[in-house]
């Protein structure tokens, strides 16, 4: 079967009815993939101020046009919905290989609404589609469950997308997760399958995805696996992942550290990559079609722990979150939590934020020691990570406080004002100091989806002459190095423009460490992958228009829940000073000038720079006049 079909599946888990639907090919063209056919559908039929975790709620699990094909770095699905941890539009990528196997089975998107009487899992093969009963499966693992569907199915092969038991659970920064370690993390994405009784998205394609010049794609793919890996950029990402960013940090004074209160870790060298390589991680990992492999994966077997490598390996992220967050050093404790948290499908990056924020909460007198169900929580304390992990999956004593995220626990106390809560429209920020690079600042407060920071690429890759953002994206339109630190008209455009990009490369399912400033492949490549898959002459400026679409269309969303430019903010930790290291004293960002560059962006985008909202001119430019009228 040869295929490079988008049609689109629906599934109403209410009524067991499912029917498909073929999209327009201006509609595809128009939107591309991603988030750009899930959000048209989401506005049209999601109404406002609905329940995340009600039936009403719809789910999104979405390729693009490009899906399928054999490209590099190219392997992405795409989860989107209304965030049951923001409230506001919710949206998540991940790697692996379940994306592949949904378009070789004939499909490009799957909307999934209502909710099962009991638990199920949807089982897709080559076009055919099955809603069955999954109640043996309910509470299980995530090893267990992938183990089980491929036995009784008899296909080994099976792509499974699940959730585990703190999706179930309802935990509100749950993930959802394919080959065991490809997560769509972040926004609880997880705990809106699990308020479906939907267990898992099992899919099996044995066809063929067609390109319109093969050849083309061949040779792409063959440079890639020459000369793109050898790039620094690529080198790196083989070799180590993204474990060097703890040194980079550490070493200028930036690394996360005791709830961000400080920029050094004492123990930063255990959590090094130099020393994770040598205590937990064996071989890389990678996912569809891509030859950079850079996927860690751990492998501990002591007296005290044992971690299955199946369940991939602790990432920068996690182990900022998890270690220098709660300032834990022990790297098979961190390899054990990031196990758990795998095994049960749970974001590490809000569950070690939450904590950290407990952990300070103890610290100022806020909660008590009878409050934490006996448990030591106080950084340092490594021990109590596993029992922790445990009682926030189940939902019991303060693992049920901590489930819900630190905004609503702080809210709860009346601790919401308070300095040392870091979260971004309810979501805790991720591991990277906005105060060494404002550009990531932005990301945190504009990005649609809370506090994120892929939302565009990292100021650094900018900064100098012989920087990858100036040496190699050209085409992006940045000719000159752009000050890490600056807040001006040129740090707004800068973020402008690669917000567009990298909402393009999510759009289309690519992965951001494979292509230029992050990666090594070179922004023409991803035009020419384009071009050689889908047959369209298309230009980079036409992918940008359709990028821009989906910003405008993601803003719509939140405005329409009751967001507001007020919510467009940074936490007022990083307005103030650094506490040690190489700069302390220094690097607080000035709040003033942050307002003015948010209220640049609103300008640029074409959105009323006092309400936020999208002006009806630009969005009837950008072809989006039905959502105009409605605005």
Known sequence: ????????????????????????????????????????????????????????????????????????????????????????FGESEAGGFWAPGLKKAGFGAIFIMGKAPGPVYIWIKDGSVEIKEAGHLWGLETGETQDIIRKELKESRARVLQIGPAGENGVLYANIVNELAHFNGRNGLGAVMGSKNLKAVVVRGTGEVTTSDPEKVKEINTWTAKEGIEKPLGEILRRHGTIPLVRTFQEVGALPTRNWTRGVFSRGEEISAENLHKTIYIEPKGCFSCPIRCKRRAKVENEKFKVDPRFGGPEYETIGALGSILEVSDPYILAKANELCNR?????????????????????????????????????????????????????????????????????????????????????????????????????????????????????????????????????????????????????????????????????????????????????????????????????????????????????????????????????????????????????????????????????MGWDPETGKPLPERLYELGLGEFAEKN
């Not at 090919?25 to 591309?32: A, G, H, Q």
């Not at 952990?359 to 030591?376: T, W, Y």
């Not at 809210?411 to 805790?428: I, N, W």
């Open 1 to 88: 079967m040869k295929t490079n079909e988008n049609k689109f599946l629906f599934v109403d888990l209410s009524n067991s009815k499912i029917w498909i639907e073929e999209p327009d090919p201006v509609f595809c063209r128009t939107f591309l993939g991603g988030r750009g056919w899930a959000l048209p559908y989401l506005l049209r039929n999601l109404k406002p101020k609905t329940d995340p975790l009600s039936p009403e709620n719809i789910l999104a699990v979405t390729t693009s046009v490009i899906s399928g094909a054999r490209g590099p770095a190219m392997p992405r699905v795409i989860v989107c919905s209304k965030s049951p941890l923001t409230g506001a």
């Open 344 to 604: 049960y499908a749970l974001d590490t990056i809000s569950l070690g934020m939450t904590i950290g924020w407990v952990m300070e909460a103890v610290e100022r007198g806020h909660i008590s020691k009878e409050e934490c169900d006996g448990l030591d929580i106080t950084f340092g304390n490594g021990e109590v990570l596993i029992p922790l992990i445990e009682k926030v999956v189940k939902r019991q004593g303060i693992g049920e406080k901590i489930a819900r995220g630190s905004k609503r626990f702080a809210q709860e106390l009346g601790l919401e004002g308070e300095d040392f809560l870091l979260e971004v429209k309810g979501q805790e920020v991720p591991m990277h100091d906005p105060r060494i690079k404002t550009g990531v600042g932005l990301q945190y407060a504009l990005s649609d989806y809370g506090a994120d920071h892929i939302v565009a690429p990292h100021d650094t890759v900018f900064a100098t002459k012989d920087s990858p953002g100036i040496k190699e994206g050209s085409m992006l339109g940045v000719f000159e190095p752009v000050d890490p630190l600056s807040l001006g008209p040129e740090k707004v455009r800068l973020f402008y423009y690669m917000d567009l990009y990298w909402s393009l490369v999510d759009m289309l399912g690519f992965c951001t460490f494979g292509f230029v400033p992050r990666g090594p492949i070179p922004v023409e490549m991803m035009v020419d992958l384009v071009k050689a898959i889908t047959g369209w002459p298309v230009s980079l400026w036409e992918l940008f228009k359709a990028a821009e679409r989906t910003i405008h269309l993601a803003r719509i969303f939140n405005l329409r829940e009751g967001f507001t430019p007020d919510d467009d903010r940074l936490p007022k930790r990083f307005f103030q000073n650094f506490n040690n290291g190489p700069l302390e004293g220094k690097g607080g960002i000035d709040e003033e000038k942050f307002q003015q560059a948010i209220h640049l962006r609103y300008k640029m």
